[in-house]
Nanobody, 124 residues
Framework: QVQLVESGGGLVQAGGSLRLSCAASGRTFSSYDMGWFRQAPGKEREFVAAITRSGGTTYLSDSVKGRFTIARDNAKSTVYLQMNSLKPEDTAVYYC?????????????????WGQGTQVTVSS
């Protein structure tokens, strides 16, 4: 098993930046593909970004391409989501997730372990 703890959320004005971190403990971090998802009030959870075990491949949703980047530091067992040019529609609870198996990295069904989430609020 792996435990995930997100941090770095907060309130920011539109156009600002935040960096989310997700620290993992438990099994070897490099055994997991990692993903970020978000859920806004009244909406379904949606894919934001994912990164493969080695960090060699990343995936971004169309809504965040060009603004967000995902990275990982396996030595620190941490995955990051750098969010720039934030918009009010980015407001949501952001969750990190981990999966050791195969499958579509953009699908929440692929992920076995989830953090508790961190709130991101972007004011206009």
């Amino acid at each position: 098993q792996v435990q995930l703890v997100e941090s770095g959320g907060g309130l920011v004005q539109a156009g600002g930046s935040l960096r989310l971190s997700c620290a993992a403990s438990g099994r070897t971090f490099s055994s997991y593909d990692m993903g970020w998802f978000r859920q806004a009030p009244g909406k379904e959870r949606e894919f934001v970004a994912a990164i493969t075990r080695s960090g060699g491949t990343t995936y971004l949703s169309d809504s965040v391409k060009g603004r967000f980047t995902i990275a990982r530091d396996n030595a620190k067992s941490t995955v990051y989501l750098q969010m720039n040019s934030l918009k009010p529609e980015d407001t949501a609870v952001y969750y990190c997730a981990a999966n050791a198996g195969p499958g579509n990295p953009t699908s929440s069904n692929k992920y076995d372990y989830w953090g508790q989430g961190t709130q991101v609020t972007v004011s206009s």
